[in-house]
């Protein structure tokens, strides 16, 4: 059983174009988040959900919206992509929104942007 | 804000070697410190934690970190290296975020380990 999962893998598209990713946990856990991981290999967070609430927004561009249908699930949307958002996008989950819980990664969407 | 610097942005030691990756944080309250690994084209993997306690922690894979607060340094070991352990590894610290009531990773930059055979 894949504890965070995130669809799709890889993303290819033209700049221009929306896409978006999704992100689902099966741990029960209450907080998501998006990472994201540039060609340096340097993550920084993006987004945080708590039981369907924003609670972190860190500073990033308008194009990119989250959305938390759920507590289980965390999709992004991304409008208008640039060659700059090619990286790869990790989801994440913690069972609640205190600093000592583990943090646990879905295996990342690369996305390249042309 | 907090942060967090790791020493050498690659790593190689020969099979059987100690590993040894340094990390060290700032943080102006006690910190909530995690080693995680990144194995190729995979997501990341918690190797392990310190939040309170013992100040020695042992994690998966034979790796261990010793919280040294007068150092503010959270330094990954093994005393033996496998071909297994060759991937990137990140140290990271947990930020609060108070205005919000949440909290986030701040991540060091992230050492490659490279193993030798």
């Known amino acids: 059983d894949t504890a965070v999962s995130q669809t799709p893998k890889y993303l290819v598209t033209q700049m221009g174009n929306d896409k978006s990713i999704k992100c689902e946990q099966n741990?029960?856990?209450?907080?998501m988040y998006w990472y994201k991981q540039d060609s340096k290999k340097f993550l920084k967070i993006m987004f945080s959900?708590?039981?369907?609430?924003?609670?972190i927004n860190e500073t990033v561009p308008n194009r990119f919206s989250p959305k938390s249908p759920d507590k289980a699930h965390l999709n992004l949307h991304i409008n208008s992509l640039e060659l700059g958002d090619s990286a790869v996008y990790f989801c994440?989950?913690?069972?609640?929104?205190?600093?000592?819980?583990?943090?646990?990664f879905g295996p990342g969407t690369r996305l390249l942007v042309l | 804000a907090q942060s967090v610097t790791q020493l050498g942005s690659h790593v190689s030691v020969s099979e059987g070697a100690l590993v040894l990756l340094r990390c060290n944080y700032s943080s102006s309250v006690p910190p909530y410190l995690f080693w995680y690994v990144q194995y190729p084209n995979q997501g990341l993997q918690l190797l392990l934690k310190?939040?309170?306690?013992?100040?020695l922690v042992k994690g998966i894979n034979g790796f261990e970190a010793e919280f040294k607060k007068s150092e503010t340094s959270f330094h990954l070991t093994k005393p033996s290296a496998h071909m297994s352990d060759a991937a990137e590894y990140f140290c990271?610290?947990?930020?609060?975020?108070?205005?919000?009531?949440?909290?986030?990773?701040?991540f060091g930059q992230g050492t490659r380990l490279t193993i030798n055979p």
């Open positions: 959900y708590n039981n369907k609430e924003l609670i």
């Open positions: 310190y939040t309170t306690g013992a100040t």
């Open positions: 741990l029960g856990h209450d907080t």
């Open positions: 994440a989950s913690s069972q609640d929104r205190t600093a000592r819980e583990t943090q646990y």
């Open positions: 990271a610290v947990s930020e609060s975020v108070r205005s919000q009531g949440a909290q986030k990773l701040v």
